[in-house]
C-alpha cells in the first residue's frame, strides 16, 4: 500500500509559479510510475503529466506543455510538479497518483494509489 499527500497548493495571481509537492509512504516508490491529475469543478479529473519509475520518460497534456514540469525523487520518496505561467483555467484540485508499473500512462484508470488532493486557484 502507497500512501499519498499532496502539498504547495493555494490562491496566486496569474502568471507566478506554484511548485506542489507529493510525499509517498508505505513503500518505496522506485518501482512505481507517477502521474499528476486535476479536477476542476463540474469537470471530469483530467491527467496533466506523468513520469515513468526512474525519470527518464514524462508524458505533458497539451494544455500543460512547457509551462508544466514534473520531476521525482526516489531517495525521497518524493514528486515534484512545478507550473509555471499559472492561468485561471489552471484553477483545480490536484492530485497525485502512483500505479504498480514501472512505465508511465496518461490515463486515470491506470492508477492504483491516490492522494487526497490539493486545491490550486489561479486568480486573473
Known amino acids: 500500500q502507497v500512501h499519498l499527500v499532496e502539498s504547495g497548493g493555494g490562491l496566486v495571481q496569474a502568471g507566478v509559479s506554484l511548485r506542489l509537492s507529493c510525499a509517498a509512504s508505505?513503500?518505496?516508490?522506485?518501482?512505481?510510475?507517477m502521474g499528476w491529475f486535476r479536477q476542476a469543478p463540474r469537470k471530469e479529473r483530467e491527467p496533466i503529466a506523468s513520469?515513468?519509475?526512474?525519470?527518464?520518460?514524462?508524458y505533458y497534456a497539451d494544455s500543460v506543455k512547457g509551462r508544466f514540469a514534473i520531476s521525482r525523487d526516489n531517495a525521497k520518496n518524493m514528486m515534484y510538479l512545478q507550473m509555471n505561467s499559472l492561468q485561471p483555467e489552471d484553477t483545480a484540485v490536484y492530485y497525485c497518483?502512483?500505479?504498480?508499473?514501472?512505465?508511465?500512462?496518461?490515463?486515470?484508470?491506470?492508477?492504483?494509489?491516490w492522494g487526497q488532493g490539493t486545491q490550486v486557484t489561479v486568480s486573473s
Open positions: 497518483a502512483a500505479r504498480r508499473f514501472t512505465g508511465l500512462s496518461p490515463k486515470t484508470s491506470d492508477y492504483d494509489y
Open positions: 508505505g513503500r518505496t516508490i522506485i518501482n512505481y510510475a
Open positions: 513520469i515513468n519509475w526512474s525519470g527518464s520518460s514524462t
